[in-house]
């Protein structure tokens, strides 16, 4: 059994805040039914992005602004726990697909739209991509050091996106155990802009000061002399992480610095913190004495916490790891038109109600049929429909008109 | 009003950031959680974060590595529904406070397990703080900066991943535990948070080509997204969106007083030098803007665009606020503070914040005397006076 086995969520979002955290719940034991445009996902074009955050699904392509199209979302609910989706503000209300709508359908209903700026407020009638969350979050002027002149940086893996996701699917599970518990349904919403601001939850103010946080160092390399990147002789480079004193210590003594060490003003994190300038230019020539592989033997010998910073060659040597690959932490599977894929596995581990990969990213349409007979349609009906262009299934025109 | 895990009492062992903000969030919707910190206190409560990452919690201390410690935690583990820990992979049980031993005598126990790597790894044994999880996962790498090589992510991205995988394991079992009247162990790692932020970029094709990669690809300098950030005036930046779901009004180069631009289609058909020119021209425009005023503009017809700003002045930031996102917590150590509010918003059962993070022990009459303890056969495992070891700095 899977912990979310029984479960059935329908997901009418696009692009990538929408069908991720569904994906998510997908590979917890949930049935995700994608519910597509029959012109296609917005994000199709996208590729990697795209397939990423549909793995597992079934999908169904619907023209939900048809009569028979709309029902047919509704019998889709009527079968459902969750409804999930990232339509800008007021999309649902006039496509009829709200809250207030489905739950007359289905009244104990968990209903999730995430947003880009939220439900209420001067800029909800906004949507909006990623970077604009990773700016108003503090991401990019803490990423990139702009306190020290330089640019700010965008975090290149769609950080709010995948927060927001995350965020949705969180609640939907709170939301479902309280519905399990109670059969009361409910709405939530989640929204980028939240999403960005979690990255720094550790940012406050105190009488409207600035609490002093970590902050990153002009050449990217940490925030601490003793939680950074190291050169190393051969071009290399080492993280070390010598947070606590017994770490300093230890680190010190590979590095011949015993003496120093036991030094007062190094006697505490936060002294050392203060002393990063001094420290910084004493372990930097030191650094550029052995090689990173010298460096982290050297280190594990004495217990000193570094690694060697990964080259995956855009994750290529982690998908194919042989422990990543036993551990299920690694998911292949066969698309239909593209052939084998591989992207990251089973994140979250149960004892006895293990997660699962149901499959690769659908085709536009792929499940159409299946679906619409598991609502009690006839093969006449669906040709019917697919007549009508209400539904679309895979045909012999698929790869001109959708790619993949 | 009751929150969505009213009655589920969740006992948070773990240190350090994927446990405490993973288990704030179902604390805040109504869990009842119980911080069981060693006695000197979590040795990472120097970190600024702390104040806001350990709130909504109460908070005893034991020590496990006395007998009478480990059997008042046991009979506390007796009363809760989840045990969170971030030790590494052995370390519970060889406290004699596993699993195994724990759901002996309380069947319905979850217990939640954040280790860096997960168990059975050839690395499971290795040093587990953020950064390193950053290094060998290859997201430093991954990672465009300002120079080549790797990159150190201010933001922890492992356990920044972590911190949803936590609430969303526990709340799964939680569910499965209505069907099956059984807990289990659930287990995720700082590993895992890193791959959960991979999924735009590491998608492995048999039969690649660059066009499928090409949108999110690394490049130096950065490039995805990096080219809609420009400089103001007064050494203001500014990210620009190429979507709003909205229709403009006017043009973004007429708003910027440049005449004569081309529209979209036709910059992406000029040569590179020309499409640099372009570039150039509108960077000089945004220079001689001042942001506010041209961010007020700017969403006025339609675009969207957002100041790009430190962590502390989004605090101003009128959706966040609309967003109930800018919260006043009164910290017994710090004082009224600002703080980051409840980001999942469950319209039928709110979410609220519950309280500050609570000092060391600050709850043990209360929670021991609840168990039988009197504070004085309390004492011998609380560690009551010994002094607090913090870590400060990073």
């Known amino acids: ?404 | 009003m009751a929150g969505a895990l009213d009655g589920v009492r969740i006992l948070d062992l773990s240190w350090g950031i994927a446990g405490p903000l993973g288990v704030l969030m179902l604390a805040e919707h109504g869990a009842d959680v119980i911080k069981v910190e060693p006695p000197g206190g979590d040795p990472f409560r120097g970190y600024s974060g702390a104040h806001v990452w350990n709130r909504s919690r109460r908070s005893v201390t034991v020590d496990l590595k006395t007998d009478a410690g480990r059997a008042a935690f046991t009979a506390l583990a007796d009363t809760a529904d989840v045990v969170v820990e971030s030790f590494r992979p052995g370390v519970m049980d060889r406290l004699g406070v596993g699993y195994e031993t724990l759901s002996a005598t309380n069947p319905r126990l979850i217990v939640c397990s954040i280790p860096a790597y997960p168990p059975g790894h050839r690395w499971a044994d290795r040093p587990g703080y953020d950064a390193l999880v950053q290094a060998s996962s290859g997201q430093q790498w991954a990672q465009p900066g300002w120079r080549m090589g790797p990159i150190f992510l201010h933001m922890p991205m492992p356990s920044m991943g972590s911190i949803f995988l936590v609430p969303m394991g526990i709340s799964a079992a939680l569910i499965a535990r209505e069907k099956t009247g059984r807990g289990q162990q659930v287990t995720t790692s700082l590993f895992q948070g890193a791959l959960l932020y991979t999924t735009q970029i590491w998608l492995w094709l048999e039969d690649a080509d660059a066009a499928f990669h090409g949108l999110m690809a690394k490049t130096y300098p950065p490039g995805v997204h990096q080219q809609m950030i420009f400089e103001c005036a007064n050494g203001e930046w500014v990210h620009t969106s190429v979507m709003s779901g909205l229709t403009p009004k006017r043009s973004m180069d007429d708003i910027l007083g440049l005449d004569d631009m081309p529209d979209a289609y036709a910059f992406m058909s000029a040569s590179a030098e020309e499409r640099q020119q372009y570039t150039d021209l509108r960077r000089a425009a945004f220079k001689a803007r001042d942001r506010a005023e041209l961010i007020g503009e700017l969403q006025a017809n339609n675009y969207a665009v957002e100041a790009i700003i430190t962590a502390e002045e989004s605090f101003d930031h009128p959706q966040i606020i609309a967003n109930g996102m800018r919260a006043t917590v009164h910290d017994p150590v710090l004082g009224e503070t600002t703080q980051m509010g409840v980001p999942i918003k469950l319209l039928g059962t709110p979410g609220t914040i519950v309280g500050p993070q609570p000092t060391v022990g600050e709850h043990n009459d209360e929670i021991w005397g609840g168990l039988g303890y009197s504070p004085a056969d309390a004492a011998a495992f609380t560690g009551a006076g010994s002094s607090p070891t913090t870590t400060g700095g990073t």
């Open chain 1, 1 to 404: 059994m899977f912990a979310l086995e029984g479960v059935r969520l329908i997901d009418f979002g696009q692009y990538l805040a929408g069908p991720f955290g569904p994906m998510i719940i997908g590979d917890l034991g949930a049935e995700v039914i994608k519910v597509e445009p029959v012109t296609g996902d917005g994000m199709r074009m996208a590729n990697a992005p795209y397939f990423g955050c549909q793995r597992g699904k079934k999908d169904i392509a619907l023209d939900i602004k048809s009569p028979d199209g709309i029902e047919i979302a509704y019998d889709l609910v009527r079968s459902a726990d969750i409804v999930h989706h990232n339509m800008t503000k007021g999309t649902a209300t006039r496509l009829k697909l709200d809250y207030a709508t489905l739950k007359e359908f289905k009244p104990d209903l968990v209903y999730c739209n995430t947003y880009a700026y939220g439900l209420e407020g001067p800029l909800s009638h906004f949507g909006g991509l990623d970077p604009l969350y990773q700016a108003s979050g503090g991401l990019e002027y803490e990423a990139g050091g702009v306190q020290h002149g330089n640019e700010p940086l965008y975090y290149r893996f769609g950080m709010t996106d995948a927060s927001n996701a995350m965020l949705s699917a969180v609640g939907c599970l709170m939301a479902l155990f309280h519905q399990r518990r109670t059969g009361e349904g409910q709405e939530l919403w989640t929204s980028l802009m939240d999403g960005g601001l979690v990255f720094s939850s550790d940012a406050m103010l105190v009488d409207g000061e600035p609490v002093p946080r970590p902050r990153i160092d002009k050449d990217q390399t940490g925030i601490d002399a003793l939680y950074r990147l190291y050169r190393t002789q051969d071009d290399d480079w080492i993280q070390i992480a010598a947070v606590q004193d017994a770490d300093w210590l230890a680190l010190a003594g590979v590095l011949g610095l015993s003496e120093l060490a036991t030094e007062p003003r190094f006697a505490t994190a936060a002294s050392r913190h203060e002393q990063r300038a001094e420290l910084d230019s004493l372990l930097e020539p030191i650094f550029r004495t052995r090689t990173a592989r010298q460096w982290i033997l050297a280190f594990d010998d004495a217990a000193v916490p570094g690694e060697i910073p990964m080259e995956t060659r855009d994750g290529e040597t982690v998908l194919f790891d042989a422990d990543n690959v036993e551990l299920g932490l690694v998911a292949e599977y066969e698309h239909p038109v593209r052939g084998l894929m591989r992207q990251f596995g089973n994140l979250i581990d149960f004892s006895d109600t293990p997660g699962h990969i149901a499959g690769p990213p659908p085709m536009v349409g792929q499940h159409t049929r299946e679906i619409l007979r598991s609502l009690g349609r006839t093969d006449a009906d669906v040709d019917d429909l697919l007549a009508r262009n209400v539904v679309y299934e895979p045909d012999e025109g698929y790869i001109e008109r959708f790619g993949y």
